[in-house]
């Protein structure tokens, strides 16, 4: 809905690039609209399984009757946008039953909405092949297979973490669906390969139904046409603002180095989700001075890649694993040089890139070390940077990625 999500980044992105190579592509948006950065015209269709009528399913079978004229009501993207400027929540240790429920198909509380999906898909023409974006929405595969009798494939973004921090009987009733889904999806995909390793030990499946198929970045679009900045050195943090994402971690870490009298800067931007915790941050900031940080707020696209090149580096500092950094490729794009944790999906994209440095996860004494070795040698700073762009440019690359899912798309229908 209106929060900036990685993952349908890395989606639409896909959409994008396949379009490019002549293929016919639709998006259908689950639960809320998607928040689609630049290009308006992407063929998506009405929102489906939309979040009111799926949450009031939920709670009471009485709106498992409502005439269709109020469910599709329920379903219009202005009511769904205001409401998850209040109302998302995305704990899952309050999300257990939901979860099983969705995960559930045809059996569970949302079945009305699936079958009103469904229906909608096979009037449109059956598909070759449909793409569901995570595996917390793999509830939807098997009722596919068996009315539209198309290939499904299923993405793999770290959804794991959510179901196991589930609290118990849903999160083995969520995992036991995951796996039972599994056996009607043809081809998983993940974004590295020790994320593909894990998800088949996760998923119960052999490792060769899951192929890897990177993110998409245009590298044309975030270029900077002129040197990385030098001073004042210059950090950013993109990223919601929740514990999750160690933003506090990068707080103590930029406190230490202003404490030293480094010329040292900070930009945040990022939509708040947690006010308690950010004003635990704020009184971490508190600590380098009043005039030496920002806080943006949220960034449309084209304030997004300004600040970028406006860094002399970014950091990442989630404390649980990220397994898309989509961020932290955006940065290098940028030419500028990362800083991330030693963990989740960042060794991987770092050892490929060349573009950036590792600290160790949830150590501040550590983020701090490393943003010192690029502010005392900017000569290695500039050469990280430099590698990055170039090597996300050869890596990740719109046509390379849309044809590596190619590969992908034709196996499942083969």
């Not at 308006?40 to 709670?59: C, F, K, R, S, W």
Request: hydrophobic share 45%; aromatic share 6%.
């Amino acid at each position: 809905a209106n929060m900036y999500c990685g993952a349908c980044a890395r989606d639409v992105a896909m959409a994008q690039a396949l379009m490019a190579r002549g293929h016919e592509i639709q998006i259908v948006p689950l639960y809320t609209p998607l928040r689609i950065e630049g290009d308006e015209t992407l063929p998506v269709t009405d929102v489906h399984l939309g979040a009111m009528n799926a949450y009031l399913q939920q709670i009471s079978g009485v709106f498992r009757l409502l005439p269709r004229a109020f469910a599709r009501a329920l379903d219009h993207p202005a009511l769904l946008r205001w409401l998850s400027r209040f109302a998302v929540r995305t704990d899952p240790s309050r999300l257990g039953p939901m979860t099983v429920s969705v995960l559930a198909g045809e059996d569970g509380r949302q079945a009305a909405e699936l079958d009103r999906l469904l229906t909608c898909l096979q009037q449109q023409g059956v598909p070759d092949v449909v793409t569901i974006t995570n595996s917390l929405l793999s509830g939807i595969a098997p009722p596919i297979k068996r009315r539209l009798g198309c290939a499904v494939t299923c993405e793999l973004k770290g959804e794991d973490g959510f179901v196991e921090s589930i609290p118990e009987p849903e999160r083995s009733e969520a995992r036991a669906l995951i796996c039972r889904n599994a056996e009607s999806i043809d081809v998983f995909t993940a974004p590295a390969p020790a994320y593909a390793d894990h998800m088949a030990s996760f998923l119960d499946v052999e490792r060769d139904r899951i192929a890897v198929v990177r993110s998409s970045i245009d590298v044309s679009e975030f270029r900077r046409a002129g040197p990385r900045p030098r001073a004042p050195f210059t950090i950013g943090y993109l990223s919601v603002i929740t514990p999750r994402k160690g933003l506090h971690i990068l707080a103590e870490a930029f406190a230490m180095l202003a404490a030293e009298g480094r010329d040292v800067r900070l930009q945040i931007a990022g939509q708040l989700l947690n006010g308690r915790y950010w004003r635990q941050v704020r009184g971490i900031l508190r600590r380098a001075g009043s005039d030496c940080w920002e806080y943006l707020g949220e960034v449309e696209r084209d304030q997004k890649i300004a600040m970028l090149r406006s860094l002399s580096v970014f950091c990442q500092p989630s404390i649980k694993p990220e397994v898309l950094g989509t961020a932290a490729l955006e940065a290098q794009a940028s030419g500028v040089p990362v800083v991330a944790p030693d963990e989740g999906v960042f060794p991987e994209m770092l050892d490929l890139t060349s573009g950036g440095l590792l600290f160790g996860s949830r150590d501040a004494g550590s983020l701090a070390e490393a943003l010192r070795r690029l502010i005392d040698d900017p000569e290695l700073a500039d050469g990280l940077g430099d590698a990055a762009a170039k090597a996300v440019e050869r890596h990740h690359a719109p046509d390379v990625i849309a044809e590596a899912m190619e590969r992908v798309l034709s196996d499942a229908r083969n």
